[in-house]
């Protein structure tokens, strides 16, 4: 059980247009979802929180203009990059806890690999 | 808020020996220890986890063990072998509400046949 299915698992794109990256659990209610950038060899960087029916709460740097988060039910949320450039190329993650569930495990997405050309 | 510290970044043994990678954190609020194991180009998975009430837990090979007045928590995998070589994150979450974990930066550990 408690499984996160993230949607693409890759994509190339060029720069100055838009991704949109999915994120739904499977087999579960998730309030609450969470998205990271990983840099290679280095650890998960929380970009923003993602609540269903509210506003993200995203982390100090970074741009809620760009890393546009849409929560619309309990089981989908979606990463948006929107005019993306070079420097957004990175492996996105996505991660949820079930719902009423405090301090439990992340479930994790398999993670994007996004490359913008 | 919330800081976590983890060491060694990179952790060589020889397949049998044990690995120990320690985290310490700042918040003595937090109370939600959980440890991830993320492969080259896989998600990270939860490998074991501890709260607070608990000093150490164990599971096959894999123990955890947790010092609160110290504020840290350790990581010990024993007769190691090469499947377990991965990048091992540690973990903290606060309590009162707000259960955003803080990860650790992360140990790579390789296990060499």
């Known amino acids: 059980g408690a499984v996160v299915s993230q949607h693409p698992s890759w994509v190339i794109c060029k720069s100055g247009t838009s991704v949109k990256i999915e994120c739904r659990s499977l087999?579960?209610?998730?309030?609450?979802m969470f998205w990271y950038r990983q840099f290679p060899k280095q650890s998960l960087m929380l970009m923003a929180t993602?609540?269903?029916?509210?506003?993200?709460?995203?982390e100090q740097g970074v741009e809620k203009d760009k890393f546009l988060i849409n929560h619309a039910s309990l089981t989908l949320s979606t990463l948006t990059v929107t005019s993306a450039h070079p420097e957004d190329s990175s492996f996105y993650i996505c991660?949820?806890?079930?719902?009423?569930?405090?301090?439990?495990?992340?479930?994790f997405g398999n993670g994007t690999r996004l490359t913008v050309t | 808020g919330e800081n976590v510290e983890q060491h060694p970044s990179t952790l060589s043994v020889q397949e049998g020996d044990s690995a120990v990678i320690k985290c310490t954190y700042s918040?003595?609020?937090?109370?939600?220890f959980p440890w991830y194991k993320q492969e080259l180009g896989k998600r990270p998975q939860l490998i074991i986890d501890?709260?607070?009430?608990?000093g150490e837990k164990k599971d096959q090979r894999i123990a955890v063990t947790l010092n609160k007045t110290a504020k840290h928590f350790s990581l010990h995998i024993t007769e190691t072998q090469p499947e377990d070589s991965a990048v091992y994150f540690c973990?903290?979450?606060?309590?009162?509400?707000?259960?955003?974990?803080?990860f650790g930066r992360g140990t790579s550990l390789i296990v060499h046949p």
């Open positions: 991660s949820a806890t079930r719902q009423g569930l405090y301090n439990s495990p992340l479930h």
């Open positions: 087999d579960f209610q998730a309030t609450t």
């Open positions: 993602s609540n269903e029916g509210s506003k993200a709460t995203y």
């Open positions: 918040d003595s609020a937090s109370n939600y």
């Open positions: 501890i709260r607070s009430n608990v």
């Open positions: 973990a903290a979450n606060t309590s009162g509400g707000s259960y955003i974990p803080t």
